[in-house]
């Protein structure tokens, strides 16, 4: 491998790991003040919150979530070649249509919150915390025209720090607007009769408070950075001297047919989250459980179980939109060989991480839930153990809708998610209407759709690229390396509780072994090679330590 493909892939591992940073500390800081969030909204206030995003989240897609990857994608192309005045007119026509995608999706949450929260979810208590949150629509819309615009000139910084802000401020506001709330919303409750629900209808509504003040406060930030990178940018387009310029016209239709398909494949799988629960909670009224049951089912899934997932999922989300505009630009250069290589490169350091995350988490999932959210029910343990496999097909499925997105191959993810959620649904009707399985049918459908995801990607990558992955490297020694640690940490999390009586302790020192176990044998047995090593960040330092302790 030449110098220029030796540092295009150092800097593909360093923009995802930057990106993947912000991302797993954005995920932190969400998870840790969803802990007092919990502890003041309840279970069924965490039910209310779940159903307001649930919608939310679908018109956030609709509007502008494919925005990011879109506008870099398309000014990385055009970057590529120095056609530095085609990628400010992406920029400005991405603009327009944030703007007026972001404006309209927010107004259709806020008049359309009653009809969508009470009537197509039969949850009417959550209308005040969708309400809260349609605002953000415009906001977030316009940020991610800027995060694509950086990410297109290859530098995650501005959507590293503006993420982590963003998610500081939100944590903030989230937590004290729900406490305000969730009192003012039991005096009103005692007043029409219903003190507890209408406490967790406003104190959720306090949680979503956060996300738009969060948003807002990133906003600003990516302007500022913007208007400082101007004076640089216009060097830029003094430089560009190409003749045969796009046309504003012409860049909106490349937009559009860029933003679509992304659109499409990621409502797809958005709606399956909605399709779930209108199942679940229709079925399961008609076969008997009590609406409290239900929603502390529904609660325990979406403010618990979907949140301690969504951390290591979300470096797959990272990799994949640092992978886009350097695999684009490979791709329509016709350079094969670099396509496959970051293909692989991509695949594997996804699974490196996935997989031991999936099996500690299936280990550690009652004492993770006591210790975060005081919850030791058997039924939340089951829910862990039978679910964290979707980590790492979901890490797997969100990694190669990405890669298929950046060789061209918009339509292929939206066909296979088309043909997942078809599954899906059966799946989770049958479980559910011949087996009883309750919530559990929403895990295991949801693993399902995972399942068949990755399968389809994985066909069409190997059709589309001719890529082969090394599956003792990228599958069979994280696996083997993961089902060693999972016994360790399994061990020591029961000889610690034996001796301590502590969970909190028992659980820390396990996930510290874990860890520590996990990175020796993945480097023992070769999982990762020095040369590897040496391309991620501080590389140099992890290469000595490693020699030091003689893991290399």
Same mark, same amino acid.
Do not use: C, H, W
């Given at each position: 491998m030449n110098n220029r493909a030796r540092k295009s892939d150092t800097n593909f591992i360093v923009q995802g790991s930057i990106l993947a940073i912000a991302s797993i500390i954005s995920r932190i800081v969400g998870l840790i003040y969803r802990l007092p969030l919990t502890a003041i909204i309840g279970k069924t206030g965490n039910d209310y919150y779940g159903t307001a995003y649930s919608i939310?989240?679908?018109?956030?897609?609709?509007? &502008?979530?494919s925005l990011p990857l879109a506008v870099s994608k398309l000014v990385s192309a055009r970057m590529a070649v120095g056609h530095a005045r085609d990628a400010l007119k992406v920029f400005r026509s991405a603009m327009i249509f944030?703007?007026?995608?972001?404006?309209v999706g927010a107004l259709v949450v806020f008049f359309g919150a009653d009809f969508f929260a009470g009537t197509l979810l039969k949850t009417p208590?959550?209308?005040?915390?969708?309400?809260?949150?349609?605002?953000?629509?415009?906001?977030?819309?316009?940020?991610?025209?800027f995060r694509g615009f950086f990410q297109g000139l290859n530098t995650m910084m501005p959507s590293a720090f503006s993420q982590i802000c963003e998610q500081i401020l939100n944590a903030i506001v989230s937590v004290v607007a729900?406490?305000?709330?969730? &009192?003012?919303?039991?005096?009103?409750?005692?007043?029409?009769?219903?003190?507890?629900?209408?406490?967790?209808?406003y104190g959720a509504a306090g949680g979503t408070l956060g996300t738009l003040s969060g948003s807002i406060l990133a906003l600003g930030i990516v302007i500022f950075i913007y208007m400082a990178y101007r004076r640089r940018f216009k060097k830029k387009l003094i430089r560009d001297h190409s003749r045969n310029q796009e046309s504003y016209g012409e860049v909106f239709r490349l937009l559009l047919l860029t933003i679509v398909p992304v659109l499409l494949s990621t409502v797809v799988y958005s709606l399956s989250t909605?399709?779930?629960?209108?199942v679940f909670k229709n079925i399961a009224v008609l076969q008997g459980y009590d609406a409290k049951t239900i929603s502390e089912w529904w609660g325990v899934y979406t403010g618990q179980f979907i949140v301690l997932t969504n951390v290591p999922i979300s470096i797959a989300s990272s990799l994949a939109a640092s992978s886009v505009p350097s695999l684009s630009t490979a791709y329509f250069a016709k350079d094969h060989d670099r396509v496959n290589h970051q293909i692989n490169l991509a695949t594997r350091f996804i699974m490196v991480i996935a997989i031991p995350s999936a099996v500690g988490m299936a280990v550690l999932g009652k004492a993770l839930n006591l210790l975060l959210f005081a919850d030791g029910?058997?039924?939340?343990?089951?829910?862990?153990?039978?679910?964290?496999?979707?980590?790492a097909l979901f890490a797997l499925s969100t990694l190669t809708n990405g890669l298929l997105q950046g060789i061209d191959k918009m339509k292929i993810p939206i066909i296979n998610s088309v043909i997942a959620i078809l599954v899906h649904v059966i799946f989770l009707i049958i479980l559910m209407e011949f087996f009883d399985l309750n919530i559990y049918a929403v895990v295991i459908a949801n693993n399902i759709y995972g399942l068949v995801v990755c399968i389809l990607n994985d066909i069409a990558l190997k059709k589309y690229t001719n890529s082969s992955q090394n599956i003792e490297k990228t599958y069979i020694i994280p696996a083997i390396s993961s089902i060693i640690m999972g016994i360790s940490v399994y061990i020591i999390y029961k000889l610690c509780y034996t001796l301590l009586h502590s969970n909190a302790v028992s659980t820390i020192i396990s996930i510290?072994?874990?860890?520590?176990?996990?990175?020796?044998?993945?480097?023992?047995?070769?999982?990762?090679?020095?040369?590897?090593?040496?391309?991620m960040p501080k590389g140099n330092l992890i290469v000595s330590l490693c020699r030091k302790f003689h893991l290399i």
């Open positions: 939310y989240n679908i018109m956030l897609i609709i509007s &502008s979530y944030a703007i007026i995608s972001g404006g208590m959550s209308v005040l915390a969708l309400k809260v949150l349609a605002p953000t629509l415009f906001v977030v819309a316009i940020l991610g025209v729900a406490y305000m709330l969730f &009192s003012y919303g039991k005096k009103v409750g005692a007043v029409l009769g219903d003190p507890n629900n209408y406490a967790a209808a909605l399709i779930d629960q209108g029910d058997d039924t939340t343990m089951y829910i862990m153990v039978l679910g964290t496999i979707s980590i510290v072994v874990g860890v520590a176990v996990y990175g020796i044998l993945l480097l023992k047995m070769k999982g990762l090679t020095e040369n590897e090593l040496m391309r």
